[in-house]
Nanobody, 115 residues
Framework: QVQVVESGGGSVQPGGSLRLSCTAS????????MAWYRQGPGKQREVVAW???????DVADSLKDRFTISIVNAKNMVNLQMNSLKPEDTAVYYC?????????WGQGTQVTVSS
């Protein structure tokens, strides 16, 4: 049984920062990759940042100057550091882990950027 849990969401003013964490537990010894997605109000889900097979890290081009993804613990935990947040970053942020070809999703964590 694999569980993916996100944490660290909340409300912040424009220009603020948040750090999201994603932990995969259970049969995680063969995690292929992990990724962060977000879905804003009335928008489609989009990929934000990812750790690819082999551990390479990357962030969507439009967010590279503000967001950073990092591996915390042997590939089963990744953080998403978000700086200079804007109202358009408001969304539910989801974490996905792929294990043996199956995608496991967390429940999501709400990030609200508002003055």
């Amino acid at each position: 049984q694999v569980q993916v849990v996100e944490s660290g969401g909340g409300s912040v003013q424009p220009g603020g920062s948040l750090r999201l964490s994603c932990t995969a537990s259970g049969s995680t010894s063969v995690i292929s990759n992990m990724a962060w997605y977000r879905q804003g109000p009335g928008k489609q889900r989009e990929v934000v940042a990812w750790m690819s097979d082999g551990g390479r890290l990357d962030v969507a081009d439009s967010l590279k100057d503000r967001f950073t993804i990092s591996i915390v613990n042997a590939k089963n935990m990744v953080n998403l550091q978000m700086n200079s947040l804007k109202p358009e970053d408001t969304a539910v942020y989801y974490c996905r882990a792929q294990i043996r070809g199956t995608n496991y999703w967390g429940q999501g964590t709400q990030v609200t950027v508002s003055s």
